[in-house]
T-cell receptor, first 112, second 114 residues
């Protein structure tokens, strides 16, 4: 069964600290992996998208890694800011039209 | 640049009333359009997608329907809402299939059915 699991479910960190969010998937075959940021009550916004051949991709203070062999990805946030408080959703795509599998997200809270 | 608009942002409706959520995309032609529902603690669920005017595919059986009257307009409807229709609805678009291309979401519509 194609699944995407994220951990932790929620995380609280101090402003300025780094953190890492995890995504494990069983989706096969694999096409690409995306990370989205979703502010409360808003739609998800794309952060990164990685294909099989990419193992690292950065977007400002956000760095995503992908290990396609172990089917794991992580999202590292550097020098967190209050505005980083949001849910982060991992999405894995399989070949085909609309084969997107969504994780349930990690809720990050950054406190001053 | 491309933008996606979705409205209304919030909606409170009684059981049995009709529903209409609207989504429009600007700055692109012939986009693939999608309606997703997001339930608390669950991943996004694809409800409908459309690859062209008048072409609608349904992913799950439900009380809702979708229509695409114009190239960049996508509407989610119901004739009679159920309590279970409450949720956060997201419209999205992509150039080509969502699995291979960037999927861009609207701001969402929060529906509460009482």
């Amino acid at each position: 069964k194609n699944q995407v699991e994220q951990s932790p479910q929620s995380l609280i960190i101090l402003e300025g600290k780094n953190c890492t969010l995890q995504c494990n998937y069983t989706v096969s075959p694999f096409s690409n992996l995306r990370w989205y940021k979703q502010d409360t009550g808003r739609g998800p916004v794309s952060l990164t998208i990685m294909t099989f051949s990419e193992n690292t991709k950065s977007n400002g203070r956000y760095t995503a890694t992908l290990d396609a062999d172990t089917k794991q990805s992580s999202l590292h946030i550097t020098a967190s800011q209050l505005s980083d408080s949001a849910s982060y959703i991992c999405v894995v795509s399989a070949p085909g039209a609309n084969n997107l599998f969504f994780g349930t997200g990690t809720r990050l809270t950054v406190i001053p | 640049s491309q933008t996606i608009h979705q409205w209304p942002a919030t909606l409170v409706q009684p059981v049995g009333s009709p529903l209409s959520l609207e989504c429009t995309v600007e700055g692109t032609s012939n986009p693939n359009l999608y309606w997703y529902r997001q339930a608390a603690g669950r991943g996004l669920q694809l409800l409908f997608y459309s690859v062209g005017i008048g072409q609608i595919s349904s992913e799950v059986p439900q009380n809702l329907s979708a229509s695409r009257p114009q190239d960049r307009q996508f509407i989610l409807s119901s004739k009679k809402l159920l309590l279970s229709d409450s949720g956060f609805y997201l419209c999205a678009w992509s150039t080509g299939w969502a699995g291979a291309n960037v999927l861009t979401f609207g701001a969402g519509s929060r529906l509460t059915v009482l």
